[in-house]
């Protein structure tokens, strides 16, 4: 784009310690997300926080080599030894010792560094002098939990028994010596891989009591969970999950294979029905080398698990385990749980089931507290020619007077400046061309000829059902005007169709252009070459599946992303592909542009999300926190937010111009497939393999509505022009259109709700849907509204 080129010509994205590059013009961003940075397979509070981050370019023939500027702590072996380690042997006492001590030099921690190397002889003595195994009380193992437990105080990340409240949120943290619980930018330095140290992050494991216990210890707490008060049961259930997790990991590792084996079967039917894939893969890990390589297995280690507890439960449960002297069962979770306590009544069963589910439990509060600027962009002015509105208006009505208070009620509202909309000059967006305004004064005029949607005037829906695709087709989209559709598939093509009369052509070769008068007016005609017209096109270029795919505003560029690990960007006038954007080492899962053009943001398997521009070659931004797969992501209206949505079970919202995730929704107890922000941009929807369809407020950072109905995957997701419907697709074969009004007008976001995440959603869904329409046998892969507010959908018909 010339506007921008001229603004900058180079996009300074440089990899330093402090922070992450800075978007297009040079402008402060503090770099860090919530809970600090973390690598790619990090998770999203403990080691893992939220990273911006550039790529540097290299390696053959100039493909970009991304690589993440992280602040987290790289030795995670050096975790605080728990309180009975009645198995520790002096070597591995001494290697820990080692471990903290390079740490903490590493961190900057001078004091701490000396005064634990004064106190190092005392350390070996201690445990030197230590009893027999079986004693966990033994003087050496005191000494040494009390030692390390003072490094980690002088640590950054508390792990005091009793945390501190923090003032007016009322939130707390019990957290021990946590990879991501550093200040931003403290251990810049510090050179994480994409992969965390496997054995450093296994070490924790090592030190643990006696292997017969551990059903003893778990059946114990649960007896005293389930015989507690009501109010207190429902918090303190949410426990069973995480120990149970880190209780089987610690037998494995430590090659307690049989009583493993026991202690799963005897408690994994405890567990809730949406853990049950996750369950899957622990049973599968019955060896420590299987361990080593296994993804969610690193995931539990390396991220806290998050719990939202109200202080009386907390303290009730400290009492007992303190009681019981059940150190087995304190130490997981000072080590691996985030206890994020609240003061107020406890939540009942529902409250907290609407929220849990996520892959590491919720999210903390403090997440969604910073500010998210929700609103539009004020609309750029620009002049109505209205003679030619006049004219239209009379060859089609006869009364052109009546049009025009129309069309000015249309330009008056986006004269107004959004008091929750960003600043104009934010991110920089690419000026409008000749072609856009034209576009824009096209739109408006459809606009008055918008149908206004409500539960007594549904809208039609026109369904395109793709034939002999052979459960081929795997990306679907729709240009805003309606005017073409594309198809990624199985075969690895990009399938471009025109839906309007109008035939698709292709510019005319060199050597014919060179011939044509270019001051003419019609110019634009007669560059096309009309021996190339056809109602399809085919693009040839990716060698996998096609898994995304999105237009460009101005219908100049189609964007597809694919297994092969690109994302490219094919030209709709010559109908070849300009550029391959290699950044994801894996499948691509979904891609798509920004609402003014120009940035386009990919999603995939890496667990990362990628901000791009089409001019650039590297990506701008990493989007980096999620524990699983990217499947979904979108462009909030104002484009300075994306949102992704992930198998991990989470959705997050990003802010483009940092890379800092400002937003973590958790609730879904499936994958998420699916994601649309409302025309306003104050609200978000998506869908997930749960079936159900959640609605959250953006500025609060609250769920507000929960819509069931489906009985399968949730691919498509859709608000009307205007806002007033939702429009839900699913592999059930059926679309689903909600009174999004409605689901809105009693948004609860009162302070108390805010601080403690007391939401109360009406189970009102059969209100809300207004109506349900069935295929053959076809899954809604793609839900569209049309600028006069007709539904087009789109799947591929799949023979029973």
Request: glycine content about 8%; some cysteine; aromatic content about 8%.
């Amino acid at each position: 784009m010339a506007a921008l080129a001229e603004e900058q010509t180079e996009v300074a994205v440089k990899l330093e310690p402090e922070g992450p590059p800075t978007l297009l013009p040079p402008q402060a961003g503090d770099g860090a997300g919530e809970g600090g940075g973390g690598t790619t397979n990090s998770g999203p509070n403990g080691g893992g926080g939220n990273v911006a981050a550039a790529s540097s370019a290299g390696g053959d023939g100039g493909t970009p080599k991304p690589s993440v500027a992280v602040s987290a702590v790289a030795p995670a072996g050096a975790a605080p030894v728990p309180a009975a380690a009645p198995e520790a042997s002096a070597p591995h006492d001494r290697q820990t010792l080692l471990a903290v001590l390079q740490f903490l030099r590493q961190s900057n921690l001078r004091e701490a560094e000396e005064a634990l190397r004064r106190e190092a002889r005392l350390l070996e003595e201690a445990v030197a002098g230590s009893g027999a195994p079986g004693e966990a009380d033994s003087a050496g193992a005191e000494t040494a939990s009390a030692l390390l437990s003072r490094v980690t105080a002088s640590a950054p990340g508390p792990s005091a028994p009793d945390p501190p409240v923090s003032g007016a949120s009322g939130s707390a943290a019990v957290s021990g010596l946590a990879t991501g619980s550093v200040a931003p930018g403290k251990v810049g330095s510090v050179a994480v891989e994409d992969q965390p140290d496997v054995s450093a992050v296994l070490s924790a494991y090592s030190q643990q009591g006696d292997p017969t216990m551990y059903e003893e210890y778990y059946s114990g707490l649960k007896h005293f969970i389930e015989c507690s008060l009501d109010c207190h049961r429902a918090e303190l259930s949410q426990l069973f999950y995480p120990l149970f997790v880190h209780m089987y990991l610690e037998l494995v590792y430590n090659q307690h294979e049989n009583e493993a084996k026991s202690f799963f079967e005897k408690f994994h039917g405890d567990q809730e029905c949406y853990y049950q894939d996750d369950l899957r893969v622990l049973s599968s890990l019955t060896k420590k080398e299987h361990m080593k390589g296994n993804e969610t297995m690193l995931d539990f280690r390396t991220s806290k698990f998050v719990l939202r507890i109200s202080r009386d439960s907390y303290q009730l449960l400290k009492r007992h385990l303190q009681e019981k002297q059940n150190n087995q069962i304190w130490n997981i979770v000072q080590e691996h749980l985030y206890i994020d306590i609240f003061d107020g009544m406890p939540r009942s069963k529902q409250q907290i089931d609407a929220m849990v589910g996520s892959l590491a439990g919720e999210a903390k509060r403090e997440a969604n507290k910073s500010k998210v600027f929700f609103g539009l962009l004020k609309e750029p002015e620009i002049e109505v020619p209205l003679d030619d509105e006049d004219e239209e208006g009379e060859n089609e009505e006869g009364k052109p007077k009546k049009k025009k208070p129309k069309k000015d009620s249309i330009g008056s509202k986006s004269k107004k400046q959004d008091p929750n909309a960003p600043p104009q000059n934010r991110i920089p967006l690419p000026e409008l061309k000749d072609s856009d305004k034209l576009d824009k004064i096209m739109n408006m005029k459809e606009t008055t000829k918008r149908v206004r949607l409500g539960p007594d005037c549904l809208p039609s829906i026109c369904f395109y059902t793709f034939l002999n695709a052979y459960q081929g087709l795997t990306a679907v989209d729709v240009t805003d005007d309606s005017s073409l559709i594309a198809g990624g598939f199985a075969d690895s093509t990009v399938r471009v169709w025109s839906v309007t009369p109008k035939k698709l052509r292709s510019v005319k070769q060199a050597a014919d252009l060179s011939l044509i008068d270019k001051e003419s007016d019609d110019v634009l005609e007669r560059i096309m070459d009309e021996k190339t017209a056809s109602e399809l096109k085919i693009l040839y270029g990716h060698s996998g599946p096609v898994y995304g795919a999105s237009f460009s505003p101005d219908r100049n560029y189609l964007l597809s992303s694919s297994e092969d690990g690109t994302v490219r960007l094919w030209s709709l006038q010559t109908f070849t592909c300009l550029v391959g954007y290699k950044g994801h080492n894996y499948p691509v899962w979904d891609t798509q542009f920004s609402p003014y053009g120009y940035y386009f943001v990919s999603g995939g398997h890496d667990r990362v999300a990628r901000l791009w521009a089409t001019d650039h070659y590297q990506p701008l931004r990493i989007f980096a926190g999620h524990l699983a797969d990217v499947n979904c992501t979108r462009f909030h209206p104002n484009s300075n937010y994306v949102a992704t949505g992930s198998a991990d079970r989470t959705v997050r919202l990003w802010d483009v111009l940092n890379g800092n995730c400002v937003r973590i929704f958790t609730g879904h107890k499936g994958p998420i497939h699916s994601l649309t922000f409302s025309p306003n941009g104050r609200f978000l929807a998506t869908g997930a393999t749960d079936g159900r369809v959640l609605l959250w407020d953006i500025g609060h950072g609250l769920m507000v509505g929960e819509l069931k109905g489906h009985t399968d995957t949730v691919c498509s997701l859709r608000f009307s022009r205007d806002g007033e419907i939702l429009a839900s697709g699913s592999m059930d074969n059926t679309v689903r259109l909600w009174d999004a009004v409605k689901a809105f007008e009693d948004v609860e976001t009162d302070d108390f709700t805010t601080a403690t995440g007391h939401i109360n959603l009406p189970e009102n869904s059969q209100e809300l849907l207004l109506g349900t329409y069935m295929t053959k046998s076809t899954p809604v892969v793609h839900l569209h509204f049309t600028r006069r507010n007709l539904v087009l959908a789109a799947g591929a018909y799949s023979p029973q």
